[in-house]
């Protein structure tokens, strides 16, 4: 059993940048897959980011590739998403998610534990 909870949200101005954190308990964080996932209001919940659990390949959606970098510290059970030159549209409740043995896959279905998310907000 995992438990994720997810900080570092808040407002931005477009260009700005944000380090969102997602705490882990539990035993075994270092098996886990990891992603990042976020949803608009009215919009379904989307892929950003994912990282696998052994060889610490990552992949990105096509919209954040260049801004944004996951990365995970096993020591401290935590993996982050770094926000770089944000912008308005990447407004939403940013979601981190961990799979056993996971390869940091697109589709939500895959995950089986979730953080609560947390609001980021990107003014123009």
């Known amino acids: 059993q995992v438990q994720l909870v997810e900080s570092g949200g808040g407002l931005v101005q477009a260009g700005g940048s944000l380090r969102l954190s997602c705490a882990a308990s539990?035993?075994?964080?270092?098996?886990?897959?990891l992603g990042w996932f976020r949803q608009a209001p009215g919009k379904e919940r989307e892929f950003v980011a994912g990282?696998?659990?052994?060889?610490?390949?990552?992949s990105y959606t096509d919209s954040v590739k260049g801004r944004f970098t996951i990365s995970r510290d096993n020591a401290k059970n935590t993996g982050y998403l770094q926000m770089n030159s944000l912008k308005p549209e990447d407004t939403a409740v940013y979601y981190c998610a961990a799979e056993y043995y996971g390869q940091g896959a697109t589709a939500p279905k895959t995950y089986d534990y979730w953080g609560q998310g947390t609001q980021v907000t990107v003014s123009s």
């Open positions: 990282m696998t659990w052994n060889t610490g390949m990552s």
């Open positions: 539990g035993r075994h964080f270092s098996s886990y897959g």
